[in-house]
């Protein structure tokens, strides 16, 4: 049950927040099923006991490679699918809690929200980075693989 109800928030937060943004409505399906299975990604490596930072930073990079895959199947650009595929991801929670906490004079427990905050932020881009070196490699390869056919039949 906990699993449904996990798929289906994190379906719908992303679809929502789609929607705020203006995406295209073909794309809102798409962008929805990249963000709830970014997010069950990081919730499952989570409760297997990963880390924050690499359960993250796995998400974000998995995340990355479906919306290059949408992207690509719907002829349309990928920041349309990995923005609001994010959104389930985002360490809002935490970074509300370190605001309070340093309002309130409790200066260690601020502390460590922002650190939460900063090891989230940095895996998710740190994800995204690796996606967009992965996707350049392969656009490489490819390129070559052309070259070497061309030139073998010219």
């Not at 099923?33 to 990963?50: D, E, F, H, P």
């Not at 989230?120 to 490699?137: D, H």
Request: glycine share 12%; aromatic share 10%; net charge positive.
């Amino acid at each position: 049950m906990m699993i449904l109800i996990q798929v289906l928030f994190s379906f719908i937060s992303t679809v929502a927040f789609g929607v705020l943004t203006n995406i295209p409505k073909r794309a809102l399906i798409s962008t929805g099923i990249t963000g709830s299975l970014g997010w069950m990604l990081y919730w499952g490596l989570r409760k297997a006991g990963w880390g924050l930072g690499f359960s993250n930073f796995l998400a974000a990079f998995f995340i990355g490679c479906l919306s290059i895959y949408f992207s690509r199947h719907k002829k349309m650009p990928m920041i349309i699918f990995n923005i609001p595929s994010l959104v389930p991801l985002v360490p809002g929670g935490p970074a509300y809690k370190a605001v309070r906490e340093l309002v309130l004079g409790d200066n260690a427990m601020a502390v460590q929200n922002t650190v939460i905050v900063l090891i989230t932020a940095g895996a998710i881009a740190g994800g995204f980075l690796v996606t967009g070196v992965v996707e350049n490699l392969l656009q490489r390869l490819k390129a070559r693989r052309l070259q070497k056919n061309a030139a073998e039949k010219g």
